[in-house]
Protein backbone atom coordinates (compact mmCIF):
# COMPACT_ATOMS: atom_id res chain seq x y z
CA UNK A 1 0.00 0.00 0.00
CA UNK A 2 2.72 2.50 0.87
CA UNK A 3 4.53 2.36 -2.20
CA UNK A 4 1.31 1.59 -4.47
CA UNK A 5 0.73 5.66 -2.51
CA UNK A 6 4.52 6.82 -3.57
CA UNK A 7 4.52 5.51 -7.14
CA UNK A 8 2.42 8.11 -8.28
CA UNK A 9 3.60 10.96 -6.18
CA UNK A 10 7.53 9.75 -7.90
CA UNK A 11 6.05 9.40 -11.03
CA UNK A 12 4.89 12.92 -11.06
CA UNK A 13 7.95 14.45 -10.25
CA UNK A 14 9.76 12.64 -12.53
CA UNK A 15 7.87 14.03 -15.65
CA UNK A 16 8.10 17.17 -13.93
CA UNK A 17 11.71 17.37 -13.61
CA UNK A 18 12.16 16.14 -17.24
CA UNK A 19 9.22 18.55 -18.94
CA UNK A 20 10.22 21.46 -16.96
CA UNK A 21 13.87 20.80 -17.40
CA UNK A 22 13.97 20.45 -21.10
CA UNK A 23 11.22 23.09 -21.80
CA UNK A 24 12.83 25.65 -20.07
CA UNK A 25 15.68 25.26 -22.10
CA UNK A 26 13.75 25.28 -25.21
CA UNK A 27 11.64 28.38 -24.37
CA UNK A 28 15.22 30.05 -22.97
CA UNK A 29 16.58 29.29 -26.96
CA UNK A 30 13.71 30.36 -28.48
CA UNK A 31 13.31 33.61 -26.31
CA UNK A 32 17.35 34.04 -26.75
CA UNK A 33 17.56 33.90 -22.84
CA UNK A 34 19.72 32.38 -20.07
CA UNK A 35 18.01 29.05 -19.73
CA UNK A 36 19.22 28.39 -16.30
CA UNK A 37 16.90 31.71 -15.38
CA UNK A 38 14.15 29.86 -15.93
CA UNK A 39 15.36 26.48 -15.04
CA UNK A 40 15.86 27.64 -11.61
CA UNK A 41 12.65 29.61 -10.95
CA UNK A 42 10.76 26.80 -12.52
CA UNK A 43 12.02 24.72 -10.15
CA UNK A 44 11.54 26.95 -6.88
CA UNK A 45 8.16 26.72 -8.82
CA UNK A 46 7.63 22.95 -9.02
CA UNK A 47 9.15 22.61 -5.49
CA UNK A 48 8.48 25.07 -2.79
CA UNK A 49 5.40 27.04 -4.17
CA UNK A 50 3.42 23.99 -5.90
CA UNK A 51 4.85 21.03 -4.30
CA UNK A 52 4.65 18.95 -7.10
CA UNK A 53 8.69 18.13 -6.90
CA UNK A 54 10.21 16.77 -2.91
CA UNK A 55 13.71 15.76 -3.85
CA UNK A 56 14.85 15.09 -0.68
CA UNK A 57 11.64 13.21 0.28
CA UNK A 58 10.94 11.36 -3.11
CA UNK A 59 14.63 10.43 -4.00
CA UNK A 60 16.24 9.72 -0.53
CA UNK A 61 19.39 8.89 -0.07
CA UNK A 62 19.69 8.35 -3.88
CA UNK A 63 19.37 11.86 -4.31
CA UNK A 64 23.07 13.05 -4.02
CA UNK A 65 24.91 10.58 -5.79
CA UNK A 66 22.91 11.12 -8.87
CA UNK A 67 23.25 14.81 -8.51
CA UNK A 68 27.26 14.51 -8.32
CA UNK A 69 27.59 11.77 -11.16
CA UNK A 70 24.97 14.14 -13.18
CA UNK A 71 27.90 16.88 -12.62
CA UNK A 72 29.81 14.87 -13.34
CA UNK A 73 28.96 14.01 -16.58
CA UNK A 74 28.44 17.33 -17.40
CA UNK A 75 32.40 18.08 -17.11
CA UNK A 76 33.02 15.17 -19.46
CA UNK A 77 30.68 17.08 -22.13
CA UNK A 78 32.44 20.14 -21.29
CA UNK A 79 35.78 18.52 -21.53
CA UNK A 80 34.47 16.94 -24.66
CA UNK A 81 34.60 20.80 -26.22
CA UNK A 82 38.29 21.64 -24.99
CA UNK A 83 40.90 21.65 -28.38
CA UNK A 84 44.52 22.52 -27.05
CA UNK A 85 45.15 23.03 -31.04
CA UNK A 86 42.65 25.50 -30.90
CA UNK A 87 43.69 27.07 -28.51
CA UNK A 88 46.83 28.26 -28.30
CA UNK A 89 46.60 31.94 -26.65
CA UNK A 90 45.67 32.42 -23.00
CA UNK A 91 46.35 29.02 -21.78
CA UNK A 92 48.78 31.07 -19.69
CA UNK A 93 45.75 32.68 -18.39
CA UNK A 94 43.59 29.91 -17.79
CA UNK A 95 45.83 28.38 -15.34
CA UNK A 96 46.51 31.57 -13.26
CA UNK A 97 42.30 31.70 -13.59
CA UNK A 98 42.32 28.42 -11.83
CA UNK A 99 44.62 28.61 -9.64
CA UNK A 100 45.55 32.28 -8.27
CA UNK A 101 42.01 33.53 -9.27
CA UNK A 102 40.01 30.83 -7.64
CA UNK A 103 42.57 31.87 -4.18
CA UNK A 104 41.92 35.71 -4.94
CA UNK A 105 38.07 34.82 -4.68
CA UNK A 106 38.46 32.91 -2.29
CA UNK A 107 40.21 34.81 0.17
CA UNK A 108 38.03 38.25 -0.85
CA UNK A 109 34.90 36.34 -0.14
CA UNK A 110 35.96 34.80 3.14
CA UNK A 111 36.12 38.63 4.27
CA UNK A 112 33.21 39.79 2.80
CA UNK A 113 30.99 37.07 4.60
CA UNK A 114 32.75 37.36 7.72
CA UNK A 115 31.60 41.31 7.57
CA UNK A 116 28.26 40.61 6.19
CA UNK A 117 27.22 37.44 8.27
CA UNK A 118 26.96 36.65 11.44
CA UNK A 119 29.05 33.46 11.23
CA UNK A 120 32.32 31.65 12.53
CA UNK A 121 34.97 32.06 10.57
CA UNK A 122 35.00 28.53 9.82
CA UNK A 123 31.96 28.41 7.88
CA UNK A 124 32.80 31.53 6.21
CA UNK A 125 35.86 29.89 4.91
CA UNK A 126 33.55 26.75 3.60
CA UNK A 127 31.03 29.19 2.06
CA UNK A 128 34.04 31.56 0.07
CA UNK A 129 35.62 27.90 -1.08
CA UNK A 130 32.07 26.91 -2.62
CA UNK A 131 31.30 29.91 -4.35
CA UNK A 132 34.86 29.53 -6.02
CA UNK A 133 33.48 27.51 -9.02
CA UNK A 134 31.64 29.18 -11.83
CA UNK A 135 31.14 25.70 -14.67
CA UNK A 136 30.09 24.78 -18.03
CA UNK A 137 26.28 24.65 -17.12
CA UNK A 138 25.64 28.58 -16.92
CA UNK A 139 29.19 29.93 -18.79
CA UNK A 140 28.68 27.89 -21.93
CA UNK A 141 25.19 28.82 -22.82
CA UNK A 142 25.88 32.51 -22.09
CA UNK A 143 29.26 32.31 -24.78
CA UNK A 144 26.56 31.08 -27.13
CA UNK A 145 24.39 33.91 -26.39
CA UNK A 146 27.15 36.65 -26.10
CA UNK A 147 29.64 35.78 -28.79
CA UNK A 148 32.41 36.94 -27.54
CA UNK A 149 35.61 36.82 -30.15
CA UNK A 150 38.89 34.34 -29.30
CA UNK A 151 40.92 34.04 -27.19
CA UNK A 152 38.09 35.35 -24.66
CA UNK A 153 35.76 32.83 -25.64
CA UNK A 154 38.32 30.25 -25.10
CA UNK A 155 39.46 31.56 -21.98
CA UNK A 156 36.04 31.45 -20.23
CA UNK A 157 35.40 27.98 -22.05
CA UNK A 158 38.38 26.51 -20.36
CA UNK A 159 38.32 28.15 -16.88
CA UNK A 160 34.32 27.29 -16.57
CA UNK A 161 34.99 23.74 -16.92
CA UNK A 162 38.18 23.29 -15.23
CA UNK A 163 37.39 25.81 -11.95
CA UNK A 164 34.32 23.26 -11.26
CA UNK A 165 36.91 20.16 -9.91
CA UNK A 166 39.81 22.54 -8.55
CA UNK A 167 36.92 24.78 -6.66
CA UNK A 168 35.29 21.64 -5.84
CA UNK A 169 38.51 19.78 -4.49
CA UNK A 170 39.29 23.20 -2.28
CA UNK A 171 35.81 22.95 -0.82
CA UNK A 172 36.42 19.55 0.22
CA UNK A 173 39.85 19.73 2.00
CA UNK A 174 37.95 23.20 3.38
CA UNK A 175 35.22 21.21 4.82
CA UNK A 176 38.06 18.78 6.44
CA UNK A 177 39.48 21.38 7.97
CA UNK A 178 36.08 22.39 9.73
CA UNK A 179 35.24 19.06 10.70
CA UNK A 180 38.67 18.60 12.34
CA UNK A 181 41.47 18.15 9.59
CA UNK A 182 44.85 18.88 9.74
CA UNK A 183 47.01 22.06 9.03
CA UNK A 184 47.49 23.77 6.08
CA UNK A 185 50.49 21.28 4.53
CA UNK A 186 48.05 18.57 5.18
CA UNK A 187 45.41 20.75 3.01
CA UNK A 188 47.75 21.06 0.72
CA UNK A 189 48.68 17.68 0.78
CA UNK A 190 44.97 16.53 0.01
CA UNK A 191 44.50 18.88 -2.66
CA UNK A 192 47.04 17.85 -4.72
CA UNK A 193 46.08 13.88 -3.77
CA UNK A 194 42.65 14.41 -5.11
CA UNK A 195 43.67 16.56 -8.01
CA UNK A 196 46.42 13.84 -8.66
CA UNK A 197 44.26 10.81 -8.13
CA UNK A 198 41.52 12.41 -10.41
CA UNK A 199 44.07 13.16 -13.10
CA UNK A 200 45.35 9.79 -13.31
CA UNK A 201 41.51 7.98 -13.54
CA UNK A 202 40.48 10.11 -16.27
CA UNK A 203 43.71 9.42 -18.39
CA UNK A 204 43.52 5.07 -17.65
CA UNK A 205 40.07 5.17 -18.56
CA UNK A 206 40.73 7.62 -21.62
CA UNK A 207 43.53 4.99 -22.79
CA UNK A 208 41.00 2.62 -22.15
CA UNK A 209 38.52 3.38 -24.12
CA UNK A 210 40.69 5.26 -26.91
CA UNK A 211 42.25 1.55 -27.21
CA UNK A 212 38.36 0.17 -27.47
CA UNK A 213 37.41 2.20 -30.16
CA UNK A 214 40.32 1.63 -31.99
CA UNK A 215 40.71 -2.00 -32.10
CA UNK A 216 37.08 -2.27 -32.76
CA UNK A 217 36.59 -4.18 -29.73
CA UNK A 218 33.31 -1.86 -29.44
CA UNK A 219 30.40 -2.64 -32.17
CA UNK A 220 29.44 0.94 -33.60
CA UNK A 221 26.36 1.34 -32.18
CA UNK A 222 27.84 0.78 -28.19
CA UNK A 223 30.01 3.91 -29.53
CA UNK A 224 27.76 6.04 -27.12
CA UNK A 225 26.75 3.80 -24.23
CA UNK A 226 30.22 2.41 -23.48
CA UNK A 227 31.44 5.91 -23.99
CA UNK A 228 28.81 7.15 -21.05
CA UNK A 229 29.96 3.97 -19.03
CA UNK A 230 33.29 4.49 -19.03
CA UNK A 231 32.82 7.87 -17.79
CA UNK A 232 31.06 6.12 -15.06
CA UNK A 233 33.12 3.65 -14.35
CA UNK A 234 35.98 6.67 -14.25
CA UNK A 235 33.77 8.81 -12.25
CA UNK A 236 33.40 6.16 -9.41
CA UNK A 237 36.70 4.42 -9.71
CA UNK A 238 38.05 8.16 -8.38
CA UNK A 239 35.89 8.78 -5.72
CA UNK A 240 36.42 5.48 -4.13
CA UNK A 241 40.18 6.18 -4.16
CA UNK A 242 39.66 9.73 -3.25
CA UNK A 243 36.49 11.94 -2.01
CA UNK A 244 35.45 14.27 -4.85
CA UNK A 245 38.32 13.08 -7.46
CA UNK A 246 35.69 11.93 -9.39
CA UNK A 247 35.01 15.37 -11.28
CA UNK A 248 38.10 15.97 -12.30
CA UNK A 249 38.37 12.34 -13.59
CA UNK A 250 35.51 13.05 -16.01
CA UNK A 251 36.89 16.34 -16.85
CA UNK A 252 40.12 14.69 -18.11
CA UNK A 253 38.76 11.76 -19.71
CA UNK A 254 36.53 14.59 -21.97
CA UNK A 255 39.62 16.84 -22.57
CA UNK A 256 41.80 13.29 -23.26
CA UNK A 257 39.04 12.06 -25.85
CA UNK A 258 38.91 15.74 -27.10
CA UNK A 259 42.99 15.99 -28.19
CA UNK A 260 43.38 12.25 -29.43
CA UNK A 261 43.97 11.77 -32.94
CA UNK A 262 43.64 7.76 -33.32
CA UNK A 263 40.13 7.67 -33.30
CA UNK A 264 36.57 9.66 -34.60
CA UNK A 265 35.06 11.41 -31.22
CA UNK A 266 32.83 13.76 -33.04
CA UNK A 267 29.44 11.22 -32.82
CA UNK A 268 30.54 10.98 -29.15
CA UNK A 269 30.61 14.82 -28.59
CA UNK A 270 27.22 15.33 -30.12
CA UNK A 271 25.78 12.42 -27.98
CA UNK A 272 27.15 14.20 -24.74
CA UNK A 273 25.43 17.27 -25.95
CA UNK A 274 21.88 15.49 -26.33
CA UNK A 275 22.55 13.59 -22.76
CA UNK A 276 23.63 16.89 -21.62
CA UNK A 277 20.47 19.34 -21.84
CA UNK A 278 18.69 16.51 -20.13
CA UNK A 279 21.30 16.15 -17.22
CA UNK A 280 21.64 19.91 -16.65
CA UNK A 281 17.83 20.48 -17.17
CA UNK A 282 17.16 18.17 -14.41
CA UNK A 283 20.00 18.98 -12.01
CA UNK A 284 18.82 22.49 -12.03
CA UNK A 285 15.35 21.51 -11.35
CA UNK A 286 15.94 19.61 -8.63
CA UNK A 287 18.09 21.62 -6.31
CA UNK A 288 15.56 24.73 -7.38
CA UNK A 289 12.83 22.47 -5.95
CA UNK A 290 15.17 21.92 -2.42
CA UNK A 291 15.30 25.84 -2.01
CA UNK A 292 13.67 26.51 1.19
CA UNK A 293 12.17 30.15 0.69
CA UNK A 294 11.70 31.34 4.25
CA UNK A 295 15.75 30.41 4.88
CA UNK A 296 16.98 32.61 1.80
CA UNK A 297 14.47 35.56 3.00
CA UNK A 298 16.45 35.53 6.42
CA UNK A 299 19.64 36.09 4.67
CA UNK A 300 18.46 38.28 1.31
CA UNK A 301 19.61 40.99 1.92
CA UNK A 302 23.64 40.68 3.18
CA UNK A 303 23.45 37.77 0.68
CA UNK A 304 22.68 40.53 -2.28
CA UNK A 305 25.78 42.68 -1.01
CA UNK A 306 28.04 39.46 -0.99
CA UNK A 307 26.87 38.89 -4.66
CA UNK A 308 28.11 42.42 -5.16
CA UNK A 309 31.56 42.14 -3.72
CA UNK A 310 31.93 39.54 -5.49
CA UNK A 311 30.66 40.38 -9.09
CA UNK A 312 32.52 44.59 -8.16
CA UNK A 313 35.98 43.30 -6.53
CA UNK A 314 36.31 39.41 -6.24
CA UNK A 315 36.14 38.84 -9.72
CA UNK A 316 38.18 41.88 -11.34
CA UNK A 317 40.85 41.28 -9.39
CA UNK A 318 40.98 37.80 -9.48
CA UNK A 319 41.06 38.52 -13.63
CA UNK A 320 44.15 41.32 -12.82
CA UNK A 321 46.25 38.99 -11.05
CA UNK A 322 45.33 36.25 -13.54
CA UNK A 323 46.05 38.65 -16.63
CA UNK A 324 49.64 40.09 -15.96
CA UNK A 325 52.13 40.40 -17.99
CA UNK A 326 49.79 38.35 -20.97
CA UNK A 327 49.47 40.05 -24.35
CA UNK A 328 45.45 39.80 -23.86
CA UNK A 329 43.75 42.91 -25.29
CA UNK A 330 41.60 45.50 -22.49
CA UNK A 331 39.00 44.75 -23.95
CA UNK A 332 38.94 41.56 -23.48
CA UNK A 333 40.20 41.92 -19.97
CA UNK A 334 37.01 43.72 -19.16
CA UNK A 335 34.79 41.34 -20.46
CA UNK A 336 36.64 38.44 -18.26
CA UNK A 337 35.88 40.71 -15.39
CA UNK A 338 32.46 40.58 -16.48
CA UNK A 339 31.66 37.11 -17.01
CA UNK A 340 31.98 34.59 -13.45
CA UNK A 341 28.45 33.17 -12.83
CA UNK A 342 27.75 30.49 -10.32
CA UNK A 343 26.25 27.25 -11.45
CA UNK A 344 25.26 24.04 -10.53
CA UNK A 345 28.73 22.67 -8.94
CA UNK A 346 28.32 25.37 -6.84
CA UNK A 347 24.34 24.19 -5.95
CA UNK A 348 25.34 20.65 -5.30
CA UNK A 349 28.50 21.09 -3.09
CA UNK A 350 26.62 23.23 -0.98
CA UNK A 351 23.59 20.78 -0.27
CA UNK A 352 25.74 17.95 0.18
CA UNK A 353 27.82 19.52 2.97
CA UNK A 354 24.71 20.95 4.48
CA UNK A 355 24.09 17.31 5.40
CA UNK A 356 27.87 16.70 6.09
CA UNK A 357 27.94 18.87 8.59
CA UNK A 358 24.22 18.46 10.37
CA UNK A 359 25.21 15.10 11.08
CA UNK A 360 28.91 15.73 12.29
CA UNK A 361 28.27 16.71 16.20
CA UNK A 362 26.31 20.39 15.97
CA UNK A 363 28.63 22.28 13.16
CA UNK A 364 25.34 22.74 11.32
CA UNK A 365 25.89 25.80 8.96
CA UNK A 366 21.75 26.64 8.35
CA UNK A 367 23.13 29.68 6.24
CA UNK A 368 25.22 27.68 3.80
CA UNK A 369 22.60 26.65 1.09
CA UNK A 370 20.39 29.81 0.93
CA UNK A 371 23.46 32.24 0.94
CA UNK A 372 24.80 29.69 -2.17
CA UNK A 373 21.47 29.57 -3.74
CA UNK A 374 21.02 33.17 -3.75
CA UNK A 375 24.51 33.68 -4.81
CA UNK A 376 23.69 31.51 -7.90
CA UNK A 377 20.54 33.26 -9.01
CA UNK A 378 21.78 36.57 -8.67
CA UNK A 379 24.75 35.94 -10.38
CA UNK A 380 22.85 33.92 -13.07
CA UNK A 381 20.23 36.82 -13.45
CA UNK A 382 23.51 39.78 -13.36
CA UNK A 383 25.40 38.23 -16.04
CA UNK A 384 22.76 36.39 -17.82
CA UNK A 385 21.00 39.66 -18.14
CA UNK A 386 23.80 41.71 -19.11
CA UNK A 387 26.34 39.28 -21.13
CA UNK A 388 25.60 40.35 -24.73
CA UNK A 389 25.74 44.16 -23.44
CA UNK A 390 28.80 43.72 -21.76
CA UNK A 391 30.02 41.90 -25.10
CA UNK A 392 28.91 44.77 -27.29
CA UNK A 393 30.41 47.38 -25.02
CA UNK A 394 33.84 45.98 -24.35
CA UNK A 395 33.62 45.04 -28.43
CA UNK A 396 34.45 41.31 -28.21
CA UNK A 397 31.47 40.14 -29.64
CA UNK A 398 31.37 39.27 -32.82
CA UNK A 399 29.26 40.05 -35.34
CA UNK A 400 26.12 38.11 -35.94
CA UNK A 401 26.65 35.00 -38.84
CA UNK A 402 25.38 36.25 -41.85
CA UNK A 403 26.91 34.39 -44.61
CA UNK A 404 26.13 31.01 -46.65
CA UNK A 405 28.00 28.00 -47.33
CA UNK A 406 27.22 26.68 -50.67
CA UNK A 407 27.82 22.98 -51.66
CA UNK A 408 28.87 22.56 -55.00
CA UNK A 409 31.06 24.23 -57.55
CA UNK A 410 29.11 23.71 -60.52
CA UNK A 411 28.58 26.93 -63.42
CA UNK A 412 25.53 28.04 -62.30
CA UNK A 413 27.08 27.94 -58.63
CA UNK A 414 29.45 29.64 -59.15
CA UNK A 415 27.55 32.41 -61.12
CA UNK A 416 25.34 32.47 -57.65
CA UNK A 417 28.20 33.02 -55.56
CA UNK A 418 29.35 35.98 -57.32
CA UNK A 419 25.89 37.44 -57.13
CA UNK A 420 25.96 36.90 -53.43
CA UNK A 421 29.01 38.39 -53.21
CA UNK A 422 28.49 41.33 -54.80
CA UNK A 423 25.44 42.05 -52.58
CA UNK A 424 28.10 41.79 -49.59
CA UNK A 425 27.31 38.39 -48.49
CA UNK A 426 29.95 36.36 -47.04
CA UNK A 427 30.04 33.22 -49.25
CA UNK A 428 31.82 29.92 -48.81
CA UNK A 429 31.70 27.59 -51.14
CA UNK A 430 32.34 23.84 -50.94
CA UNK A 431 33.61 20.98 -53.21
CA UNK A 432 35.36 18.05 -53.83
CA UNK A 433 36.32 18.71 -57.68
CA UNK A 434 39.74 20.37 -58.23
CA UNK A 435 38.99 21.89 -61.60
CA UNK A 436 35.34 23.32 -59.78
CA UNK A 437 37.47 24.97 -56.94
CA UNK A 438 40.16 26.14 -59.06
CA UNK A 439 37.65 28.27 -61.33
CA UNK A 440 35.90 28.91 -58.31
CA UNK A 441 39.28 30.85 -57.12
CA UNK A 442 39.67 32.62 -60.22
CA UNK A 443 36.29 34.18 -60.03
CA UNK A 444 37.56 35.60 -56.81
CA UNK A 445 35.63 33.05 -54.57
CA UNK A 446 36.38 31.80 -51.21
CA UNK A 447 36.70 27.81 -51.72
CA UNK A 448 37.01 25.18 -49.25
CA UNK A 449 38.15 22.13 -50.88
CA UNK A 450 39.72 19.57 -48.12
CA UNK A 451 37.81 17.11 -46.12
CA UNK A 452 34.43 17.83 -45.62
CA UNK A 453 33.87 15.84 -42.18
CA UNK A 454 37.33 17.30 -41.09
CA UNK A 455 37.25 19.95 -38.61
CA UNK A 456 38.63 22.24 -41.23
CA UNK A 457 35.47 23.03 -42.41
CA UNK A 458 34.22 23.69 -38.91
CA UNK A 459 36.87 26.46 -38.36
CA UNK A 460 36.22 27.95 -42.24
CA UNK A 461 32.10 27.85 -41.55
CA UNK A 462 33.35 29.98 -38.45
CA UNK A 463 35.67 32.15 -39.58
CA UNK A 464 33.28 33.70 -42.13
CA UNK A 465 30.27 33.70 -40.08
CA UNK A 466 28.12 31.33 -41.99
CA UNK A 467 24.44 31.37 -40.38
CA UNK A 468 22.94 29.18 -43.87
CA UNK A 469 23.95 26.36 -46.05
CA UNK A 470 22.90 25.32 -49.36
CA UNK A 471 23.31 21.87 -50.60
CA UNK A 472 23.66 22.00 -54.53
CA UNK A 473 26.59 19.58 -55.43
CA UNK A 474 25.51 16.62 -58.09
CA UNK A 475 27.97 14.52 -55.86
CA UNK A 476 25.56 12.64 -53.85
CA UNK A 477 28.16 11.61 -51.07
CA UNK A 478 29.21 14.99 -50.87
CA UNK A 479 25.46 16.06 -50.26
CA UNK A 480 24.96 13.12 -47.22
CA UNK A 481 28.56 14.07 -45.55
CA UNK A 482 28.04 17.90 -46.04
CA UNK A 483 24.18 17.59 -45.31
CA UNK A 484 24.84 16.00 -41.65
CA UNK A 485 28.09 17.66 -40.57
CA UNK A 486 26.33 21.63 -41.20
CA UNK A 487 23.18 20.29 -39.91
CA UNK A 488 25.21 19.47 -36.44
CA UNK A 489 27.24 23.25 -36.78
CA UNK A 490 24.42 25.59 -38.06
CA UNK A 491 20.71 23.18 -36.97
CA UNK A 492 18.39 22.02 -39.30
CA UNK A 493 16.72 24.81 -39.65
CA UNK A 494 19.31 26.32 -41.73
CA UNK A 495 20.15 23.74 -44.23
CA UNK A 496 18.23 24.31 -47.62
CA UNK A 497 18.61 21.84 -50.67
CA UNK A 498 17.89 22.40 -54.26
CA UNK A 499 16.53 18.93 -56.07
CA UNK A 500 18.57 17.93 -58.59
CA UNK A 501 15.13 16.77 -60.63
CA UNK A 502 11.63 18.27 -60.29
CA UNK A 503 10.14 14.47 -60.45
CA UNK A 504 11.99 13.56 -57.25
CA UNK A 505 8.83 14.22 -54.59
CA UNK A 506 10.55 14.94 -51.03
CA UNK A 507 13.53 16.98 -49.70
CA UNK A 508 16.94 15.33 -49.32
CA UNK A 509 16.79 13.11 -46.37
CA UNK A 510 19.77 12.19 -44.59
CA UNK A 511 19.56 9.74 -41.12
CA UNK A 512 17.46 12.34 -39.26
CA UNK A 513 18.61 15.81 -40.84
CA UNK A 514 15.70 17.00 -43.36
CA UNK A 515 16.52 19.95 -45.61
CA UNK A 516 14.29 22.94 -46.57
CA UNK A 517 13.28 22.84 -49.85
CA UNK A 518 15.18 26.23 -51.67
CA UNK A 519 14.41 28.57 -54.51
CA UNK A 520 10.52 28.21 -54.96
CA UNK A 521 7.91 25.05 -55.00
CA UNK A 522 8.77 23.03 -58.48
CA UNK A 523 11.93 24.28 -58.74
CA UNK A 524 15.23 22.20 -59.34
CA UNK A 525 18.77 21.81 -60.39
CA UNK A 526 17.99 20.46 -63.90
CA UNK A 527 15.44 23.57 -64.13
CA UNK A 528 18.45 26.05 -63.58
CA UNK A 529 20.92 24.21 -66.13
CA UNK A 530 18.39 24.19 -68.99
CA UNK A 531 17.70 27.58 -68.34
CA UNK A 532 21.66 28.54 -68.31
CA UNK A 533 21.54 26.43 -71.60
CA UNK A 534 18.99 28.65 -72.95
CA UNK A 535 20.91 31.82 -72.00
CA UNK A 536 19.23 32.87 -69.13
CA UNK A 537 21.44 34.45 -66.61
CA UNK A 538 21.75 34.34 -62.46
CA UNK A 539 22.18 38.07 -61.61
CA UNK A 540 21.10 40.34 -58.35
CA UNK A 541 19.05 43.46 -58.81
CA UNK A 542 16.99 45.72 -57.13
CA UNK A 543 13.73 44.84 -55.29
CA UNK A 544 12.07 47.13 -57.42
CA UNK A 545 13.82 46.25 -60.75
CA UNK A 546 12.13 42.89 -60.96
CA UNK A 547 10.47 42.25 -63.97
CA UNK A 548 7.51 39.74 -64.59
CA UNK A 549 9.47 36.94 -66.72
CA UNK A 550 12.34 36.81 -63.95
CA UNK A 551 12.25 34.03 -61.16
CA UNK A 552 13.18 34.63 -58.00
CA UNK A 553 15.91 32.65 -56.29
CA UNK A 554 16.23 34.32 -52.35
CA UNK A 555 16.26 37.95 -51.01
CA UNK A 556 19.01 39.91 -49.73
CA UNK A 557 19.00 42.79 -47.14
CA UNK A 558 21.69 44.30 -45.78
CA UNK A 559 24.58 41.86 -46.51
CA UNK A 560 22.69 38.63 -45.59
CA UNK A 561 20.21 36.15 -47.12
CA UNK A 562 16.67 37.20 -45.68
CA UNK A 563 14.78 34.43 -47.97
CA UNK A 564 15.90 31.14 -49.69
CA UNK A 565 12.62 30.08 -50.22
CA UNK A 566 10.93 33.63 -50.86
CA UNK A 567 7.42 34.41 -50.09
CA UNK A 568 4.98 37.00 -51.57
CA UNK A 569 6.18 39.28 -48.29
CA UNK A 570 9.70 38.47 -48.50
CA UNK A 571 9.90 40.28 -52.40
CA UNK A 572 8.37 43.28 -50.80
CA UNK A 573 10.25 44.02 -47.50
CA UNK A 574 13.87 43.01 -49.53
CA UNK A 575 16.34 45.53 -50.60
CA UNK A 576 17.90 43.25 -53.05
CA UNK A 577 16.95 39.90 -55.05
CA UNK A 578 18.95 36.95 -57.01
CA UNK A 579 17.21 36.01 -60.09
CA UNK A 580 16.80 33.90 -63.23
CA UNK A 581 16.83 36.35 -65.57
CA UNK A 582 15.27 36.22 -69.33
CA UNK A 583 17.67 38.34 -70.96
CA UNK A 584 14.12 38.48 -73.83
Excluded at 295 to 319: D, H, M, N, Q, T
Excluded at 425 to 434: A, N, S
Aim: hydrophobic share 55%; with cysteine.
Amino acid sequence: MIVAAIQPELSIAIATVIILGVGCQWIGQKAKIPSIILLLAAGVLAGPVAGLVDPDEQFGPMLFPIVSLGVGILLFEGGLGLRLDTFTQGRYVVARLVSLGVLVTWIVGFFALTILFDISTEAAALIASILTVSGPTVVLPLLRIARPREPTAAILRWEGIVIDPVGATLAIVTLDAVTGGGGVLSSIGRITTTLVVGTAAGLLMATLLILSLERHWIPDHLHNPVTLMIAVLAFTLANQLRPEAGLMATTVLGIALANQHRVAARHISEFEEDLGVLVLGGLFIILGARVNLEEVAAVLLPSLGLVLILVFIARPLAVLVSTLGSDLRRPDRLFLMWMAPRGIVAAAVAAVFAIELENDGGRAVPELVPIVFTVIVATVVIYGSSAVIGAKLTRVARPDPQGIVLIGGQKWVRMLAVELVSLDVPVLLVTTDRHQAQAARLQGLLVFNGRVDSEDLDAAVEGIGVRDALILSTNPELNVVAQARLASLLTRRHIFELRDSSEESEPGVVGNVVARPAFGVGLSQEDLRQALQDKRRIIAIDAEDIEEQDTVLLTVDSGSVTALFPTRADLMNSESLVVLNNPQ
